[in-house]
């Protein structure tokens, strides 16, 4: 059948035969990422980009039969994006869905995965991120840990005059580097050292949806106009800087995970998000460049693995013995909200630190509200009361400037407050989900002397300190609610005793309990594609994390904010995740022959579960006890990662057997593997829950069964101590039976594998149709030196239709 609007278009445009592109066409055109069997390639083409572009031009000529200028309008309008031959095999275009179409059916081309935006998980505002000082670890010694192992990191970039990416004392590049520095706009190839051993930049996919950037806001070259990369790259890999300070806050010593470890980084998120086909081009060079660990906060909507790019290019990486690191998500705290859930990515989610930013708000009523800022300007004159305003109930509409509705008036956005209303006052905003140092930018032109971001209920409880450009606080929704309600009754009764507050700003604190608790906005589990994955992996610190920053970017991230600084404080499990990436790195240089999953198993059977009062982890968003579905196996803990005892591995056939078992077709799982899959062997394992993961979850439908049981296989390698006996302790979840099969476990040797049962058994429990009830335990193997801890989750659902 005909399309009719591209046959409309098509005809436009040979009319006009006008070389440049037409907007008809763009609009009908989005890019797709094409799998390609490769080996097919014939030899008169002597790259296979050639031959990937004579495939277009040749697609166009059967696509319209109307002769030489739509050829000719195809190649200038199909151009192949991205080549992919490390990670991947194929390239990028744009397409129109009937083109897409006619591509698919050619013998060669294998899958057509259309593309995703995604975005860097900071809370956005200023972002958010973070690194952290020498306290938390001895590996965070100088030692020469790390000076050989190179960290990735897919971002927006870096500005490489900071201190934290100085290569004083440092080695020459490791031998094995292939990698290179790409010059572009003010990042001349000498912007590298031996700190910095790569940079490159992708952005044909963002271009290609986007039209040519605008080099005046960004810069075409792999120097950072965000930010955001720059503070992961010194999260995971940057030096000790002393003494280091955001607006003077958090002073001491700034310091990344691995200061030794080299860093290359791939720059792929622009102003307008980061463009799949740009991610795949990225991974594709890190790997064929030689990296040991690539670091990736970024994300988007979650999707099947096989039309997952982020997931596809992390599998191609993971084979080649990369370590890939990745956010979570900051969509917590609800249920199901985790991304780049992919078995073989690391999943990470934030946590606080003991350190926090008190700013609490007092009211003319004497009452206290804590809060947290990171205010750094001249306060409020202390001790003087201030008159304060709720943006959303008096200050819409009206005004010369004003004119907005009353909902963007309570978030203060641009426009929506009346000055003469503002003026001279504090003011209350919602928190929502827009910028939040924004926000106070809003007020300060509208002349309010302060603001006051408050949280709703859907924000609960948790607190994210901002470099504000005024005096500025956040407290949670309960404090929200007692603010917003006292101006609402001081308004009202009593005209002659209106409504007052201040902020009391009160510097950095530190050794603050409890800590860590798990950061309100970290995604959560359970884990949408997979049941039987528990996602996130870990937790690690993700909440007003100190890291550098670049000069182009105030630390509000406000436009108008022309202040500069060396460090800047942010949040988000972008801010989390290379933590991890930098301990992989670590990990991975005292054990040279570990496999990216022994390194995340370490980092997992030893990660703990209580806080520094030695209580169950809280959940910031309720002040109640968090679970396995928000922390996973729990915060990571460094200095036992590095001798975990025993280690769960897995191969690449465990993951074309986990994809068989997940209902994977051979065609799909080849998307991710590049491989014909044989799935005979996988069905007869069992499940995929067999996957040999360092944790346990399970699914129970109750069709009305009165029991239900499963189990699963694991095999544990010993990476301690030849002649070892260990022992397990089952802590099954409450009201089930868990038995293991063997109880103990005899290795002779070091890298000996023994396999054991686990079997869960459950009874049904009331639920109402369509409800759940969700049970976590653990099984611990011991020897009386080494820990080694698996979190085990069961499921109950009661079916809706049941
Ligand atoms: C490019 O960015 C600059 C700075 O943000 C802005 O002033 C200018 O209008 C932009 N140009 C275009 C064509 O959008
Ligand atoms: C109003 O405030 C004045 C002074 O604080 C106080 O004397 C008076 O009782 C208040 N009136 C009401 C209705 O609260
Ligand atoms: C927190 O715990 C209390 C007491 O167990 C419970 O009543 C409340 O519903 C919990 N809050 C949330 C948001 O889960
Ligand atoms: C795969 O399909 C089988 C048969 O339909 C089903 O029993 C099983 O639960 C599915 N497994 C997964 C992981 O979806
Ligand atoms: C097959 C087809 O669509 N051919 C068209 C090419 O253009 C001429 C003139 O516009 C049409 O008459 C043909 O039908």
């Known amino acids: 059948m005909a399309n009719p609007p591209i046959f409309l278009f098509l005809t436009i445009f040979i009319a006009t035969l006008l070389c440049c592109c037409s907007s008809f066409e763009e609009e009908k055109r989005t890019t797709f990422i094409v799998q390609v069997n490769h080996n097919l390639k014939p030899s008169l083409f002597p790259t296979h980009t050639h031959w990937y572009q004579s495939t277009l031009s040749s697609l166009l000529s059967t696509t319209t039969t109307n002769g030489t200028t739509s050829k000719h309008a195809l190649n200038n309008n199909n151009p192949v994006l991205h080549t992919y031959d490390t990670v991947f095999h194929g390239f990028s275009t744009r397409l129109s869905p009937s083109e897409a179409k006619k591509l698919q059916t050619l013998p060669h081309v294998t899958a057509l995965i259309p593309e995703q935006v995604r975005h860097v998980h900071t809370t956005r505002s200023p972002h958010f991120l973070g690194l952290q000082t020498a306290a938390k670890t001895g590996l965070l010694r100088d030692t020469d840990f790390g000076s050989d192992l190179v960290i990735g990191v897919i971002d927006t970039g870096i500005w490489p005059e900071r201190q934290s990416f100085n290569d004083r004392d440092l080695g020459p590049v490791p031998a094995k580097w292939k990698g290179r520095c790409v010059a572009g706009k003010d990042f001349p190839a000498t912007s590298c050292n031996r700190k910095l051993i790569g940079a490159r930049f992708f952005s044909a996919g963002y271009e290609a949806t986007n039209g040519k950037m605008n080099e005046t806001s960004e810069y075409r070259s792999p120097r950072d106009s965000d930010g955001h990369g720059t503070h992961t790259a010194s999260i995971a890999a940057g030096r000790y800087v002393s003494p280091a300070s955001t607006l003077g806050y958090a002073a001491g010593v700034a310091a990344g995970m691995a200061p030794k470890a080299r860093l290359a980084v791939y720059k792929v998120c622009w102003t307008g998000g980061c463009y799949d086909s740009d991610i795949l081009a990225a991974f594709d060079a890190a790997v064929s460049d030689g990296v040991d660990v690539a670091s990736l906060s970024v994300g988007g909507v979650v999707v099947p693995y096989h039309l997952d790019v982020i997931a596809i290019g992390a599998y191609g990486a993971a084979s080649a013995g990369v370590f890939v690191s990745a956010s979570a998500g900051n969509g917590g705290p609800g249920g199901l909200t985790v991304t780049n859930v992919a078995p073989w990515v690391t999943t990470v989610g934030a946590g606080t630190i003991d350190r926090d930013f008190p700013a609490h708000v007092k009211l003319g009523n004497g009452r206290v509200i804590a809060g947290a800022s990171l205010y750094g300007g001249p306060g409020l004159v202390p001790g003087r009361m201030y008159p304060v305003v709720y943006a959303g109930s008096e200050l819409s509409g009206g005004g010369s400037t004003g004119g907005g509705d009353g909902y963007s008036a309570s978030l203060c956005l641009e426009g929506s407050l009346d000055p003469k209303l503002v003026k001279g006052k504090i003011v209350v905003c919602d928190r929502g989900i827009s910028s939040r140092a924004a926000k106070g930018d809003v007020v300060k032109k509208s002349g309010g002397i302060g603001m006051i971001l408050a949280n709703g209920i859907f924000d609960g409880e948790g607190l994210v300190a901002d470099c504000h450009v005024l005096p500025a ?32 700003f009160k510097g950095t604190r530190l050794g603050v309990r409890p800590a860590p608790v798990v950061a309100s906005f970290s995604a959560r589990g359970p884990n949408p594609v997979s049941t039987e994955i528990l996602k996130p992996d870990v937790i690690a610190p993700g909440l007003n994390i100190l890291a550098a920053w670049p000069d182009r970017v105030g630390p509000s991230g406000v436009p108008s904010d022309k202040r500069k600084t060396e460090f800047n404080i942010l949040s988000g499990t972008s801010m989390a995740c290379p933590h991890v990436s930098g301990l992989a790195a670590l990990l991975k240089a005292a054990h040279p022959d570990w496999s990216p999953a022994a390194i995340r198993s370490a980092l997992m059977t030893t990660a703990y579960v209580v ?15 968090s679970s396995v579905f928000d922390y996973g196996a729990g915060h990571v803990h460094p200095e036992k990662a590095i001798d975990p005892g025993l280690v769960y591995d897995i191969s690449d056939s465990d993951y ?40 346990m979850s399970a699914v129970f439908q109750q069709y009305g069964k009165k029991k239900m049981s499963t189990h699963f296989i694991r095999s544990v390698t010993n990476v301690g101590e030849a002649n070892s006996v260990y022992k397990v302790t089952i802590k099954p979840p409450v009201g089930m039976k868990v ?12 890298g000996q594998k023994l396999n054991f049962l686990v079997r ?4 049904a429990v009331k639920l109402s149709p369509g409800g759940s009830s969700i049970k976590s335990g653990s099984i611990v193997w011991s020897d009386g030196k080494h820990t080694v801890t698996s979190p085990l989750v069961v499921t109950m659902q009661q079916p809706l239709d049941y």
């Open 473 to 504: 606080t956040a407290v949670g929704a309960i404090g929200g609610d007692e603010i917003r309600r006292y101006i609402a009754t001081a308004a009202k009764s009593n005209h002659t005793s209106p409504p007052t507050a201040t902020i009391m």
């Open 611 to 625: 806080d520094n009062r030695g209580h169950a982890m809280l959940d910031e968003s309720t002040g109640n006890v």
């Open 656 to 695: 074309v057997n986990f994809l068989c078992n997940s209902n994977y077709t051979t065609d799909t799982i080849q998307v991710i593997t590049r491989k014909k899959a044989d799935c005979s062997g996988a069905k007869k394992a069992g499940h995929a829950g067999n996957l040999n993961y360092p944790s």
């Open 739 to 750: 038995t293991v099969e063997p109880q103990t476990l005899s290795f002779r040797r070091v």
């Open 760 to 763: 869960v058994q459950a009874r």
